[in-house]
């Protein structure tokens, strides 16, 4: 075998954490397209650019065409093409640079153009694809792939315990009430799953509790051997996809999920190097 047939560990999972974010970039794109409406004139996520003050690099005409409906959906074009992208040329590292690219102008401007109607997935996502930009740039690819994994473990394990941390804090959370609450809104709580569960409020106060638990203890999972570890994952990823569901959000389970194959491999690393 030829040492291309074996690449390393963290080259394997530095092309692996891209497929899931790219997953949720398309149908993120996808889904805005197919609400087009919304970004009319008339509609709650039209643009807004033109009219921000303070110093800005884009020309007022380009902020023009940013805000029409027309370009609010070139940028979700943009970003399918950049998730079509990655996930075709899964082995190219050009093309997942070039895709990535793709992903984060289109939705930095996004960004520009709306301020809001992101959630924490988008946000993680797009953290992701940033630190792939910036560590690109690492002649050494091994380098270049630790480096990047690395950093997105350890943003991942921040934004898990300092969520924690925050519920942890919050009187809405500790009272039990907080997932109630989300779920009375005309934007969570239209679902099957969010029905159902308003006829059992003890188990929506016994999953508010968890979720502060399981989160403010993230950190745990780096003293458990991969094995044990990557069981912990899967159950967060279940969590993950049990929000997305409740709450119909598509992308929600792909951006946090694409995050623990980081932290599986900084896993790995310290079991194999003896500090287990």
């Known amino acids: 075998m030829t040492p291309e047939s074996h690449p390393p560990l963290s080259s394997t999972l530095a092309g692996k954490i891209l497929l899931p974010v790219a997953v949720g970039q ?97 946000q993680m996502a797009a953290v992701i694809l940033s630190y792939r930009l910036a560590t690109a740039l690492i002649p050494d690819r091994h380098v270049s792939d630790d480096v990047f994994l690395r950093a997105v473990n350890l943003q991942t394990c921040i934004s898990y315990a300092a969520s924690g941390a925050a519920k942890a804090i919050s009187s809405t959370w500790m009272s039990g009430e907080a997932l109630e609450m989300v779920l009375k809104t005309n934007s969570y709580g239209q679902s099957f799953t969010a029905q159902q569960l308003h006829k059992h409020p003890r188990l929506m106060r016994l999953l508010t509790w968890s979720t502060i638990g399981w989160e403010s203890a993230f950190p745990v999972v780096y003293l458990l051997t991969p094995r044990r570890a990557d069981q912990a994952l899967i159950l967060v990823k279940l969590f993950h996809l049990g929000v997305a569901l409740t709450m119909g959000l598509p992308r929600f389970f792909w951006g946090f999920s694409a995050s623990h194959h980081s932290v599986a491999y900084v896993i790995q690393k310290r079991y194999l190097s003896g500090g287990n």
Do not use: W
Not at 29 to 58: D, I, K, N, V
Not at 59 to 67: A, G, K, M
Not at 100 to 120: C, F, H, W
């Open 26 to 122: 398309v149908l993120g794109g996808l889904e805005s397209l197919c609400s087009a409406q919304e970004y009319e004139p008339s509609g709650y996520l039209r643009g807004h650019s033109r009219f921000q003050t303070g110093p800005s690099a884009l020309p007022q005409r380009f902020r023009r065409f940013l805000d029409s409906a027309a370009g609010a959906k070139l940028l979700n074009c943009a970003t399918i093409a950049g998730g079509v992208l990655v996930l075709s040329r899964r082995q190219d590292r050009t093309a997942q640079v070039a895709g990535a690219v793709l992903m984060v102008a289109s939705n930095k401007l996004s960004e520009i153009r709306t301020p809001y109607g992101r959630d924490g997935a988008d």
